[in-house]
């Protein structure tokens, strides 16, 4: 079934609900009148064919979305939303049976049923969601974002099925606003480009363009609010900070007039009316740039051809709408007023039945009739300042008695409320009772910590606000504003459950009783001028480690003390890094149970400290080592035990995840990690489940902005692991619960934290579709195992069997299954993948020791299978990157006359014998030489003949000056374009500003 057939007949089964006695107002009428007209034009009237019957969205009721069972189909699968964005308006759904809002948090849209306290989440988006609209009937619910390749996602709220995607609306920067016509049928997206666009789509049908568009000046100001007019479907307004644009499209095209406010003062100023009192000039520019980030301030008057604006000096202005208007007329001053309405800025305008209703900064609503007199008011529910009012679609009819001498009939109808700290109240209207929906402390959020013995997760806000939230009940235990303390960088319960231990942004550490979050003042401690960026409890709950923003680590002991309680200690310090700390690390010693305490930072050091010795003020260093050469390592884990050597997990940027021996620190496996745009920035392993139904052990991991699951043991397959997006502008932070059930995210930015349910059959699933054996690792190959690198493979290692026996002998060959280890560096080579003198020895370390544990023998030699593995986990994860190459010889040479970088024949020369692995002088004439393409035999034969380059290498080989041999082989001056195609024989020479894709 297409959308728009699925969109008429869910419009057919309101107009059948409606004949079996269910009430609707006049508008509603209209709207079962024009789906009727759909249905004749969608040729869909009469019987209901089999196709509609089996359709979700046809068959779908107000409470179709949370009776359903959700099965988690997915490894992670979205769970709860905690937190909103506060700037965006709050819709009521449904509010007489169930109480249902929908409201956005990050890039995910959340339908909440605050009657059975249960969320469903609307995901699709890759950015932030920058506005959301619902239909009149609250049936169809659109969502849309900024940024590149945007999206408009029309939803059924009754079933949560997306039945519409508009895609590239506005390609450049995405959509600043939107609104449905009354009858649903259209949709207006206003662009947030830098000539912004007005759009009008058909979404019922599958056109990819717009029925209309329109260009807006610049002038004009940047629009960030559009409306239709619920009277007349033709006309729409936008707005700005200054200006009200009114845009007809009653002959098929955009056309609009703009509706200036520096005309208000003189149009007050005529004495049209004299309970009209204008604000000066000055105070109307200086309230609209109060109340700059409430948009919602214009709307269309309820009966009357008028469009109102609300001032932020409390006022309202009014123009008198002309039809046949076009874009170079003006309003007619005696058309324009301004109405003094009250003295508190207006942040929100709105229209409802005969009502025009205005929220400001005090958290006041305010109900006018039509000629602007007020009708009733409440000031009680103590709120702030107003962002949206969203009324129900039911209603209620009585008598209003409030404000008038006698009693008038009246359209009662209940709403909801959001404010700027994120608080949404629910009012009912006849009874004048607030009911609090949500109450969120929306601001960044970069601390998240799990319980280890219960269901709660405790989350810190740059706010100083820390809470811990029961992630069964769904109900806040305890909640601590700190008074003097803001910034919460970091959050952390100690093994035992007894102890919470909070980092800020201004060095401070507290550490709080779990269950209170109370704490002794003596516990609170101010080492650091920096941010607390890690913090750690030891196994043993003994220990406190942190790590701050200025490259030191500090430690503190729980002292027992005789006959009184035990009491937090400071230990010492230590600037043990020159480079950032990316991680820290309690673990525990092999041959004792002491803790053992590690730190690993961007200098690509492995710091372990020595506890046991260190005193007062006098922390000491155990070991320090370089763990990478040029990958930077990004975080470290204990490795599970899965083998009889302990393992310390350590993953770079270079997508590569490293297992080393936790004692000797020697690297023993490097392995291809997940490639999802960005590197692993944290993991930790999973929890084990008695109950669980597998017996293997998972890695959960965070990306730049995506959760994923890792199953263990790693050997480099892609399909044992599973990501999902969980904060498209970035994730802080995350943790396990404690059962292994959830993962929690922090949004930082985005103020949010997100739960996800894990599913290990799920993922077990997934990895099992991926193939057996080495069917995986076959599809890492360009081509598979019937591609060019396959067959290259097989000849190459065939090659080195018959190298390594010798090219000269006339024997019989011993053929083989296995090649020798010393083989296996030249077969790399041959295969494109270069290694460093170090990655070599890792390499032949991971082969030599990868059985010695278990039998006590070194390996010595290795088939083409295991092979395939090394190659695909030691080769760089996306091939050489040219990119790369253009950024270090930017760094290396200096600019000539033109402004490009050169590098001077003599530097390079010198970087290659005395900088990082140095080469002596016989392996850089043999570098060049293989490189220039020079055979030595045969120049040999031409020597006389011939000289220049070739002949310098041959006297080279001779034994002749290697200096003035090189300096005849390579240019004086050696450019971007040289280096790369002359040189290293790039078939395409890299520019300085060219974008060269990557080659393997």
């Known amino acids: 079934m297409s959308d728009a057939e699925e969109l008429v007949t869910s419009w057919g089964e309101k107009n059948k609900q409606s004949q079996d006695g269910e009430d609707y107002d006049d508008g509603e009428k209209k709207q079962r009148r024009s789906s009727d007209e759909a249905e004749e034009s969608a040729g869909v009237r009469g019987e209901e064919t089999e196709l509609t019957r089996q359709s979700q969205v046809y068959s779908a ?8 069972s959700h099965t988690r189909a997915h490894a992670l699968s979205l769970e709860w939303v905690i937190g909103m964005t506060p700037a965006l308006p709050v819709f009521s759904l449904q509010d007489h049976d169930q109480l249902v809002i929908l409201y956005a948090g990050a890039h995910i849209g959340i339908i909440y049923n605050h009657t059975s306290k249960t969320q469903h989440t609307l995901q699709g988006h890759c950015n932030p969601i920058s506005c959301m609209c619902v239909s009149e009937d609250r049936r169809w619910v659109a969502t849309t974002e900024r940024g590149p390749k945007n999206l408009v996602m029309i939803w059924d709220s009754y079933s949560g099925i997306p039945v519409q995607t508009l895609f590239d609306c506005h390609p450049d920067c995405g959509v600043v606003a939107m609104a449905f016509s009354k009858d649903t049928k259209h949709l207006v997206t206003l662009g947030a480009e830098d000539v912004q666009c007005l759009c009008v789509w058909d979404w019922t049908n599958q056109k990819e363009k717009p029925l209309c568009f329109t260009e807006i000046n610049p002038k004009h100001g940047y629009q960030e609010h559009v409306i239709f007019n619920q009277n007349d479907s033709n006309q729409l307004l936008t707005s700005s900070e200054s200006q009200v644009l009114l845009y007809s ?17 003189a149009a007050a100023g005529s004495g049209r009316d004299a309970s009209v009192s ?5 105070d109307l520019s200086q309230a609209v740039n109060k109340a700059a980030r409430f948009p919602n301030r214009c709307v269309f008057h309820c009966r009357k051809p008028q469009v109102l604006a609300a001032t932020a000096a409390g006022g309202l202005v009014v123009w008198d709408v002309m039809k046949d208007m076009n874009e170079n007329q003006t309003v007619p001053r005696d058309r324009i007023k301004v109405i003094r309405l009250q003295k508190d800025p207006i942040t929100v305008l709105a229209v409802t039945d005969s009502c025009i209703v205005t929220g400001d900064t005090q958290g006041d609503i305010k109900f006018y009739n039509d000629e602007f007199q007020l009708v009733m008011w409440y000031d009680e529910f103590n709120l702030d300042a107003i962002v949206s009012i969203s009324f129900s679609k039911e209603c209620t009819e009585g008598f209003l008695k409030a404000c008038t001498l ?25 009874k004048s009772i607030q009911q609090i929906l949500l109450s969120e402390d929306c601001d960044p959020v970069h601390a998240v910590a799990c319980h280890p013995k219960q269901p709660a997760v405790a989350m810190g806000n740059h706010m100083g606000i820390l809470r811990v939230w029961d992630y069964n009940n ?23 459950g007894s102890y919470l231990a909070v980092g800020f942004g201004s060095g401070a550490v507290h550490i709080l009783n779990s269950s209170t979050l109370k704490n002794d003042p003596q516990e609170c401690f101010h080492f650091a001028k920096d941010g607390i960026l890690h913090i750690t409890f030891s196994s043993d709950s003994k220990y406190l480690a942190t790590g701050d923003a200025g490259k030191t680590v500090t430690v503190f002991r729980l002292q027992a003390r005789e006959g009184t309680s035990p009491r937090w200690m400071y230990l010492g310090r230590y600037r043990s890094h020159y480079k950032p700390i990316i991680d820290l690390l309690f673990g525990v010693h092999l041959d004792s149970t002491q803790p053992r305490l590690l730190s690993l930072g961007m200098d690509r050091r492995l710091v372990e400290y020595d506890l046991e010795n260190s005193e007062v003020n006098h922390l000491l260093i155990l070991s320090s080592e370089r763990v990478e050469q040029s990958a930077v390592p990004k975080c470290m884990t204990w490795y599970p035990p899965l083998t009889a050597e302990q393992f310390l997990l350590i993953a770079s940027d270079q997508y590569k995840m490293k297992l080393f021996n936790s004692t000797s620190r020697m690297c023993r496996q490097t392995l291809l990690g997940p490639t999802y745009d960005s590197p692993i920035k944290k993991t930790m392993v999973l929890p084990k489940v008695k109950e669980s139904e597998t017996n293997s052990y998972y890695l959960a991991y965070i990306t730049e902005d995506k959760v994923g699951l890792q199953i263990l043991p790693i050997d480099g397959n892609p399909y044992k692991s599973n ?63 019937d591609g060019k690198l396959y067959r290259d493979m097989e000849d190459f290692f065939y090659f080195c069997q018959v190298g390594h026996q010798g090219t000269d002998s006339m024997e019989k060959r011993q053929v083989s299954t296995k090649i020798p280890l010393c083989e296996v560096p030249s077969l790399m080579r041959a295969l494109t993948y270069y290694l460093t003198e170090q990655e070599i020895e890792d390499l032949q370390n991971e082969i030599k020791f990868s059985k010695y544990a278990e039998t006590g023998k070194y390996v010595t030699d290795i088939d083409l299978e295991e092979f395939i593995k090394l190659y695909i986990n030691h080769r760089p994860a996306f091939g050489i990157d040219r990119h790369q190459l253009i950024q270090d010889f930017n760094v290396l040479g200096n600019q000539d ?38 055979n030595e035999e045969e120049e040999e034969e031409e020597e006389g003949g011939k000289g220049g380059v070739e002949h310098s290498y041959i006297h080279k080989s001779k034994g002749g000056d290697s200096e003035y041999s090189l300096e005849c082989a390579i240019p004086e001056e050696i450019s971007l374009e040289t280096f790369t195609g002359h040189i290293l024989g790039f078939s395409c020479p890299i520019q300085e500003s060219g974008r060269s894709s990557s080659s393997q």
């Not at 204008?278 to 000055?282: D, I, K, Q």
């Open 897 to 934: 006359s033109t402004g490009r970088p050169v590098l001077q024949r003599n530097e390079l020369l010198e970087f290659l014998q005395a900088r990082g692995e140095h080469m002596t002088e016989d392996e850089v004439a043999e570098c060049f030489t293989k490189l220039l393409g020079v």
């Open 249 to 265: 499209r009653a002959q098929g095209d955009l056309q609009y007039v703009a509706l200036n406010f520096k005309k208000l003062c």
């Open 61 to 68: 009721t107000t409470d179709t979305l949370f009776s359903k």
């Open 278 to 282: 204008p604000p000066s000039p000055a």
């Open 474 to 496: 769904k109900v806040i235990i305890c909640r601590r504003v700190f008074a003097t303390e803001k910034e919460i960088g970091c959050v952390t319960f100690d093994p035992q």
């Open 406 to 430: 006698e009693a008038k009939p009246y359209i009662f109808r209940n709403f909801v409320v959001s404010t700027v700290s994120s608080r949404v109240v629910h009012v009912n209207s006849q």
């Open 723 to 785: 990501a999902v997006i969980c904060h498209s502008t970035g994730v802080s932070s995350f943790a396990c619960s404690y059962e292994g059930r959830f993962v929690f995210t922090a949004g930082g930015s985005d103020c949010t934290v997100m739960s996800w349910e894990i599913s290990l059959n799920a993922l077990e699933a997934a990895a099992s579709l991926g193939g057996k054996d080495m069917d995986p690792f076959y599809t890492l190959l360009e081509g598979g195992r």
